[in-house]
Structure formats: C-alpha cells, structure tokens
C-alpha cells in the first residue's frame, strides 16, 4: 500500500511521515515520485477546497492515493488573517523571521485572550477511483510576545500554547504531532481510510 503526500513543504512532510511511521503503508513525496513540478492552482476560499484540489491534481496524474494538507494560522485580532493564504502572506518569498515578526507588531497593545489564534489543517484523500474523503483538525493557542524555539517550520515561533508555557517551535515534534492541527487531521483520516477499508 502506497500513499503519496501532495505537498511540496518540506516542514509538512517531515511531520506527517513521523505520525505515519507506525501504519503499513509506504509514504512517497511528490520529490520521490518526480512530480514536485507539477502546477496546483490553489483557487479554492477554504482550506478544505484547496486541499481537495491539490489531492486531485495529484491523484489525477498519478492514478494512487493521495493525500494532501492545506493548513494555515487565523488570528483572530487580524480577523482570521493570513488563513488560507498563510504560505503566500507578504509575499511567498518573504522569510519566516520576517513574516512573525510583522504579527507581533500588528498585535501590539493586546493581552492574553485578545491574542488568540489557531492553527487549521484541513486534510484530502483521493482514492484511486476518484473518491474523496476529508478530514479537519485544529489546536487553539496565543500569539507569541517574541519568536521563540527553533523546532518545526513557519509560524510555530510565534505559535504560544499557554497551558504548556511554550510555542510550538519549543515543543519537541512528537509533542507536537500528538497535540497539533495536522496530527489530529490526520488521525481522523486513519479512521476513516479504515472504515472505508482502504487501511
Ligand atoms: P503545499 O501546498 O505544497 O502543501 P504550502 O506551504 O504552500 O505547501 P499551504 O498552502 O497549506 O501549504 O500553507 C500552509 C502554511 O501555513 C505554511 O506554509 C505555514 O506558513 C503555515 N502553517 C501550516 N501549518 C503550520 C505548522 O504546523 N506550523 C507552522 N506554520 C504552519
């Protein structure tokens, strides 16, 4: 049994083969199967849109299960901002230092709650005979005073879980698989790939 990941974000992939690591399946990347170059018109207004359409595009031209991740940061004092454009925000190019640095400034002045924010992943398999399932999963957490850590990938630094005194990059990645948005997307697609008998 083979899935092939359709993300071309390396910080995604190293978390989702992790959580991936117990299942009999054999987890590729569109780098292992060559396809890394292929377009994905990210048009949908959801994030379950735009994974849906990523696990398409892959699954159209590869003819396997595919699964893909679309996942984002709202803050709820920039009214949900970046979501679904989190990847693209102040330009895709732009650093990651940057970009949390830029959110800590915009939320000068804010305290405790009126910090919140969420991490989204919302989570698309196709199967082989073009059926689509998908799942979502979310962890709830506070913007960051400073960048803090240097574990997994773009927003965790400013990503600050209080109940824990740490953000995300601080938090070892197991940690952080058992508790995050992706993890828990991608538990409830294990269950449902095994309802539906393809696990
Ligand atoms: P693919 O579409 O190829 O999967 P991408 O990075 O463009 O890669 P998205 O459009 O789903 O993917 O954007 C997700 C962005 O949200 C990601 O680039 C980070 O900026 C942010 N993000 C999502 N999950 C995160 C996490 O666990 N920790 C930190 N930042 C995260």
């Known amino acids: 049994m083979k899935i092939i990941i359709a993300t ?18 054999t987890v590729t990347s569109l780098k292992d199967e060559g ?23 892959i ?18 004092a920039l009214n949900g901002e970046p979501g ?18 830029y959110i800590i400034k915009q939320l000068e002045g804010k305290e405790g709650a009126e910090r919140s924010a969420r991490f989204v992943c919302a ?5 082989p005979d073009g059926k689509v399932i998908t799942t979502e999963g979310t962890i709830e957490g506070q913007i960051g005073f400073e960048q803090k850590g240097e574990n997994g990938f773009g927003y965790d630094p400013i990503f600050f879980l209080p109940e824990r005194g740490k953000t995300t990059a ?22 449902k790939l095994k309802e539906e008998g393809v696990l």
């Open 8 to 25: 071309g974000n390396e910080g995604k992939m190293r978390e989702i083969r992790e959580i991936m690591k117990g299942e009999d399946v």
């Open 35 to 57: 396809l890394e170059n292929v377009e994905i018109d990210e048009t949908g207004k959801t994030f379950e849109e735009n994974a849906i359409i990523k696990a398409k595009t």
């Open 59 to 76: 699954s159209e031209v590869s003819g396997e299960i595919v699964i893909a991740d679309d996942s984002g940061l709202a803050v709820d």
């Open 84 to 101: 679904i454009y989190s990847a693209r925000y102040l330009g895709r190019d732009t650093s990651y230092d940057y970009k949390n640095n």
């Open 123 to 127: 989570m698309a398999c196709v199967l």
């Open 170 to 191: 601080e938090i070892s990645p197991e940690e952080k698989n058992e508790i995050s948005h992706r993890g828990k997307a991608l538990t409830k697609m294990y269950e």
